[in-house]
């Protein structure tokens, strides 16, 4: 269509972006590369939350073991592992046996120094309470047959926000 200018002679429209649509484009743009496209390609933050992930798993592993089996289990904590073990029968009160995992791995271990999963990074436990009192690595935690830990804990990754509690009463795991 059309239009008519003031002499009577047709407009042509021609397509095309206007030069605002085309400066917001490139603002948006830059915005992107310069905030978004980094977090793709490196790798920071990937890896303290892997092991976050993990160590919530384990221990949520180890107490469900220790009630489903009715064994005192073991978790080993040191700066950069995590070992779960569990008693050999109901009432004895050492950890002499290595814990299977999920997939059927013995020991139940979580090794933040495994370059397949972690890359080289750096990832490392910074802190540990134990029933309110800073604890230094290596240190043990252990889940009873009811499920309840020996303390409540928590336990923090370095450069990591979020911190991981075990609470003493009923040893749920967050």
């Known amino acids: 269509m059309n239009a008519v200018s003031m002499t009577g002679k047709a407009l042509r429209y021609q397509p095309g972006f206007t030069l605002i649509e085309l400066i917001a484009t ?3 743009a830059g915005i992107l590369a310069a905030v978004v496209v980094p977090r793709f390609f490196g790798s920071t933050g990937f ?24 064994r005192l289990v073991c978790v080993r904590l040191e700066a950069k592992k995590i070992t779960l073990r569990v ?6 009160v050492s950890c002499s046996t290595d814990l299977t995992g999920p ?7 979580i090794d933040a120094t495994e370059n397949t999963r972690y890359g080289n990074a750096n990832v490392q436990f910074s802190g540990l309470t134990l029933g309110g009192v800073a604890a230094g690595f290596p240190t043990e935690l252990h889940f009873r047959p009811s499920g309840s830990p020996s303390s409540a804990a928590t336990i923090t990754i370095a450069n990591f926000s979020s911190a ?5 009463e009923t040893g749920y795991v967050h």
Do not use: M
């Open 26 to 28: 490139l603002i948006v």
């Open 47 to 70: 890896e303290e939350r892997g092991l976050y992930d993990e160590t919530v798993s384990a221990l949520r592993y180890a107490q469900k073991t220790a009630i489903a089996q009715r």
């Open 87 to 92: 008693a050999s029968a109901y009432g004895v």
């Open 103 to 109: 997939d059927g791995k013995r020991p139940y271990l």
């Open 164 to 168: 991981i509690t075990v609470e003493a």
